[in-house]
């Protein structure tokens, strides 16, 4: 249970970081999302692989899409396709409530 909540705390640290526009992961080439779709994940529902055929800029960042038409739809709002711009189910909100607790939890 301490190392899930662990996991969490650095979950929620990093998604903290990443909506305040500090941090993009991204691979040894400078591609976020190990060239998955970013608009896919909305579009489609799931994960699907990106093309360098498609590219495109953002923060630092380079995006791979299927398509086109998803790099002109991020293109034209890339903030609406950050993954972490959604708290789906609340997950955010449960973990900051939860965060007292955790922390007094793996104190040393």
Not at 12 to 17: D, I, M, R, S, Y
Not at 81 to 90: F, N, T
């Amino acid at each position: 249970m301490r190392r899930f909540a662990l996991h969490l705390t650095e979950l929620v640290a990093f998604a903290a970081l990443v909506s305040a526009g500090e941090v993009i992961h991204v691979d040894k080439n400078g591609i976020a999302l190990q060239g998955y779709d970013p608009v896919a994940y909305f579009t489609d529902g799931k994960p699907v692989r990106g093309s360098p055929e498609f590219t495109a800029t953002y923060k630092g960042a380079t995006y791979q899409f299927v398509s086109a038409e998803h790099k002109q739809l991020f293109e034209k709002s890339p903030a609406k396709y950050e993954l972490w711009h959604k708290d789906v189910e609340g997950n955010l909100k449960k973990a900051d409530s939860n965060w007292p607790t955790l922390s007094q939890q793996n104190a040393p």
